[in-house]
């Protein structure tokens, strides 16, 4: 969600009103989302690297974000209302008590739900995220309870921030036109992920630019799934070949030459 801090320089209001409209954008995505009916929606709320920045801001940031989980999570609200539970994915131990114990009580309000997860990454890093997955299973390794024999992608995978839901990226949107992924789900994008990188700063995001992305994914995702129905059949009517001319001897037809009468 890149582009609040450019977005308050050029209507020139101080910095923490950009992030602010940053997170109203932020809301409407997700309206939008949970209404046309995507599962599972993650958000770069606060990257480790962050930390590098002014105090005053980090403050702005983390008041910010306990105040819309809050919002999100109260009664009759976007919640209750699309069936959304809450997921925390980063390194709590950069949490400060009071935010900790305000995220956590947003988790605990939303686990019932299970319609659409909100991941909300906070404070977090893609490398970060592997490394906690190796010290994880080294742990238990350590600890006796698997072996090293019995490590494998699956379980990789499961040792994540995201523990056992990680699921591959569909759709990656990095806002503001910078062509950079930040370190950001650099495990969960794979081969067929689309990544878009609208020249759009985040807070200037609006449901066009949600519902147009979605619109075009779920488009060329369907052409790809008509595509693979096709070669499918093909494997399936060469098999049928195969098996119906199987005890027809493979032997070469006589050959003949243009040069003899």
């Not at 770069?44 to 403050?59: G, L, M, P, T, W």
């Not at 997860?117 to 994880?136: E, G, H, I, K, N």
């Not at 523990?163 to 370190?183: A, C, F, N």
């Amino acid at each position: 969600m890149d582009g609040n801090r450019r977005f308050a320089k050029n209507h020139s209001l101080p910095l923490k009103e950009g992030h602010r409209y940053g997170a109203e954008a932020l809301m409407r995505v997700l309206e939008c989302c949970f209404r046309v009916g995507v599962k599972n929606v993650t958000t770069y709320a606060f990257s480790i690297e962050n930390f590098n920045r002014k105090a005053e801001e980090v403050d702005t940031i983390f008041s910010l974000l306990k105040y819309k989980l809050a919002l999100l999570s109260g009664e009759n609200q976007m919640c209750d209302l699309h069936e959304v539970r809450v997921k925390i994915i980063g390194n709590r131990s950069y949490l400060p008590d009071d935010v900790l114990q305000d995220i956590e009580l947003v988790e605990e309000k939303t686990k019932h739900h299970t319609k659409h997860t909100l991941y909300v990454a906070f404070p977090y890093t893609s490398r970060d995220d592997m490394w906690y997955a190796v010290d994880q299973l080294v742990d238990k390794v350590t600890e006796g309870e698997i072996s090293v024999d019995e490590i494998d992608e699956t379980l990789y995978e499961n040792n994540f921030y995201y523990e056992d839901t990680s699921e591959k990226v569909d759709i990656l949107v990095r806002t503001s036109g910078h062509t950079r992924l930040s370190d950001y789900m650099l495990w969960q994008c794979h081969q067929d992920s689309v990544i878009e990188y609208p020249n759009t700063l985040w807070p200037n995001y609006r449901f066009y630019n949600t519902w147009w992305t979605i619109f075009r994914w779920s488009y060329y995702k369907t052409l790809m799934i008509q595509d693979a129905e096709v070669m499918q059949l093909k494997k399936v009517s060469r098999a049928e070949v195969n098996r119906r001319y199987k005890d027809v001897p493979k032997i070469h037809p006589p050959f003949a030459s243009v040069n003899k009468a």
